[in-house]
């Protein structure tokens, strides 16, 4: 994909609900920190061969979830990936609504999170 090839995949939901909408964000965010690199999850699902490569490429995968129907986890588990780090936003907190945006705030608290914890994983592996 690119020289960011050392850092790991992110892929996220982003469906219709506020929730799917902030994973796709956090995904967003965390490849502009240059803390991953994000990659199309649509693409993986629909077996395009360049991004079903990716996919199985051996990377590390943070794969994040909008809602407990798992769409991510599920279409990595397609083509055999299990994430190396799995976010469930509800897990976070986060509610899952229709017809609304997501909170700004709540948003950057997840992404804090999510931040730490590579960072700590980073660290530990030296």
Request: proline share 4%; hydrophobic share 45%.
């Amino acid at each position: 994909m690119s020289s960011r090839a050392h850092l790991p995949l992110v892929y996220s939901c982003s469906g219709c609900s506020s929730a799917a909408q902030m994973a796709n964000w956090l995904a967003v965010a965390l490849d502009r920190r240059g803390l991953a690199e994000m990659s199309c999850i649509a693409g993986v699902g629909g077996d395009v061969p360049k991004l079903v490569r990716v996919a199985t490429s051996g990377r590390p995968i943070i794969a994040i979830d909008g809602c407990a129907l798992a769409c991510v986890k599920n279409t990595l588990a397609r083509h055999g990936v299990a994430p190396s780090e799995y976010h469930l936003l509800s897990d976070h907190g986060v509610r899952k609504r229709y017809q609304t945006d997501f909170d700004p705030e709540e948003a950057e608290r997840v992404l804090e999170e999510m931040a730490e914890a590579l960072a700590a994983e980073a660290a530990a592996r030296g």
